[in-house]
Every structure is written in structure tokens, then in C-alpha cells.
């Protein structure tokens, strides 16, 4: 069967490709993507090879969420051909994967939405380690895909405020639709300092004199120091975005050590890995399993608590991806969500 893809022999380059995939060996899965999700931050540090890029070398493959249907299984493989799954490859129209890789999905759930449950389970697990309190306000930094959906989670378990602040007036509208979440303009915020009388007058005044929680979403390094600043007295400050660069000019005496704040780093790839034969694995506090966290954004989905819609700014057909990448290797601010259909091949 042919597959179409994309792929990447050099620094800031894209192309679609075609190649034959063979039929699926024991215990593989040969599934035709409905749907891709784009993954904006990782796309573009892989694209165009900045700092903190794991990957190495080339070609490179870019994708790793995906909604479609089972067209052929392997020995050993107990699923039905026609089964509508999730998948964890790369951008292309037809994908074979190990049937450990897939997932059911309830049809209650979109593929619109279904597509990005990757990035859903991803920015989930970031949320969980704030270990948000009921009532807290609570700050989240980038109003792109990963802050967006951030700040639903943070609402979701119990922010009585949730605050996402971004530069971008047009990404600061598309959250007008979604209930309970504040945009601002970082520029209208006030940073905490506490080793200044003003400062301690705030947390007397209205403790704890700023957000309990900030969440930094954009992967930039400059927005870390902001993060420190704008954070309350014993605020905790996660690290959710994966950022590119080195963040200069950090006054840690005055806005970390002497607001207690607690940091904490939350890449996904700390998270226990799926064991179903291991329960334990699955319960840790803060720490679910990816296999979890998808389950429960889904959940969250199908009830109508969580909302993708309203992000996805681009649904890209296979022979028009130039346009999907050039507005992100220009960061083009009006590329929030993006979709790739593969349905016509």
C-alpha cells in the first residue's frame, strides 16, 4: 500500500513523499490516518535544528498524533479491520505500528479532536504536577495550542481564576468561547518583588500577592524570567514548554529564593511508562500514565469540559503543507491548532 509523508533532509525544509508499505508482520498494525495533529513547538525545534532538539541527524520525521481506521492486522493482533484508533506516528496518510501504539477511541470524541490526544496528554501531565488547588489563581504564559489547553485543565481542577497571558490579540480572541479563562496582555501585569515594601504590602494586603501557580507555555527562554516574576509568594512555577535556548538575566535572589518559589521541570518524558501488567505504575500521584491522562482528556472531550475546537486555526490538505510550515518556521503567531487530512490519501 502507498503512503504519503513528510519529511526533512535539511534544516528548514518540508517535503511530501510517497513510499510502499509493506503488509503488517505479527503483532502490527497497518492504520490509515483520518487525521494528523501538528505539533507547533516540537515541529519547528526539530525543522530548524535549535537548541534542546533531541533529534539528531537526517532525514527527519515530524508528527506524533493521529486519529484513523485499522486497514490491515498482523498475526497475533485481536482488532477488528474498520476499528477507529488513535496512533502515535509521524505526518502521513498510512502508518504501520505496533499494536501497542494504538489506542481505541469512544465515538463521542471528533476526530478534530481526537487527533491531538498526544498533545492533549502531554500538556495534562504539566497541569497535574502544579497540583492546583481549589480557588487559586492561577497564570499560564503562551496562548498558543499548549497554554490553551493548559489553562482549561487549570480551571477544570478548581483555579478560580485563570489568567493566560500572551502578546498576540488574535490568539487572545480565539479564548473569548471558552469558559472560565482571562486573557491578557503581559504587558499589563505587575512582577511580585518582595525584597521591596511595595511587595510585601501585596501579599499582606491580598496574599499571596500573585498567581499560586504559573504555567510557561512558550518554549521561549525570555518568558521563563517573566514566569519568576509574576509569580506570588511561595507560588509554584512549572516548566511545561520545551524551551530552546538558555534563559539570561535571572535574578534568582529576588524572585525565586525570596518568594519561596517551588520549580518544576515537566517534560513528558518523565512520566512512568505504560505497563498494563504493573497497576502501580498507574496510580502514582501527579505522575498517571500517558495511557491514563488520554483516557481521562478524552473523557473530558466527549462530557463537553474541554474544548479543541475553537483553537484549530488550520485543517491543511497533504499537497498544501508549504503553507502549514511556512507560517511556522516564521512563527506566525496565527498558527495555533493545525490538522492535516489524510483521508482522501
Known amino acids: 500500500m502507498e503512503s504519503r509523508y513528510l519529511v526533512s533532509h535539511s534544516p528548514g525544509s518540508i517535503e511530501l513523499a510517497t513510499q510502499d508499505i509493506n503488509d503488517p508482520a505479527p503483532g502490527e498494525v497497518l492504520v490509515w490516518n483520518r487525521l494528523t495533529a501538528m505539533s507547533p513547538g516540537t515541529e519547528r525545534a526539530a525543522l530548524l535544528d535549535m537548541p534542546n532538539t533531541p533529534a539528531s541527524g537526517w532525514p527527519r520525521y515530524v508528527g506524533y498524533s493521529g486519529v484513523g481506521d485499522v486497514v490491515a492486522v498482523g498475526d497475533g493482533v485481536d482488532l477488528p479491520v ?25 465515538d463521542a470524541v471528533p476526530d478534530e479532536d481526537a487527533a491531538f490526544h498526544v498533545l492533549l496528554q502531554i500538556t495534562l501531565q504539566g497541569v497535574r504536577k502544579a497540583r492546583i488547588e481549589i480557588g487559586e489563581t492561577v497564570l499560564i504564559i503562551g496562548a498558543g495550542l499548549i497554554g490553551s ?39 499589563t501585569l505587575e512582577a511580585l518583588d518582595v525584597t521591596s515594601p511595595e511587595g510585601r504590602d501585596r501579599i499582606t494586603k491580598d496574599p499571596p500577592g500573585g498567581p499560586s501557580v504559573v504555567i510557561e507555555c512558550t518554549g521561549s527562554p525570555a518568558p521563563i524570567t517573566t514566569a519568576f516574576e509574576m509569580a506570588g509568594h511561595l507560588a509554584r512555577v512549572v516548566l511545561l514548554a520545551s524551551t530552546r535556548g538558555t534563559t539570561d538575566n535571572v535574578n534568582f535572589y529576588r524572585y525565586v529564593h525570596k518568594k519561596g518559589l517551588t520549580i518544576i521541570g515537566a517534560h513528558d518524558s518523565i512520566r512512568p511508562h505504560d505497563r498494563e501488567s504493573d497497576p502501580t505504575t498507574e496510580t502514582i500521584p501527579t505522575l498517571w500514565s500517558s495511557r491514563r491522562d488520554v483516557d481521562a482528556a478524552m473523557a473530558m472531550l466527549a462530557s463537553g469540559r474541554l474544548s479543541v475546537a475553537p483553537l484549530i486555526t488550520h485543517r491543511i490538505m497533504p499537497d498544501d503543507y508549504e503553507t502549514a510550515y511556512e507560517l511556522l518556521f516564521t512563527s506566525d503567531p496565527s498558527l495555533v491548532g493545525c490538522l492535516f487530512d489524510w483521508s482522501d490519501g
Not at 87 to 104: F, G, M, N, P, Y
Not at 166 to 175: A, C, E, F, G, N
Open 82 to 106: 474498520g476499528s477507529r484508533v488513535l496512533t502515535r506516528e509521524r505526518h502521513a496518510s498510512v502508518v504501520c505500528t505496533t499494536a501497542e501504539r494504538i489506542k481505541l477511541i469512544d
Open 149 to 187: 489547553l493548559a489553562a482549561q485543565y487549570a480551571y477544570a481542577a478548581g483555579a478560580a481564576q485563570v489568567l493566560v497571558a500572551d502578546t498576540d490579540p488574535v490568539r487572545r480572541k480565539l479564548l473569548e468561547p471558552i469558559t472560565g479563562l482571562t486573557a491578557v496582555d503581559p504587558t
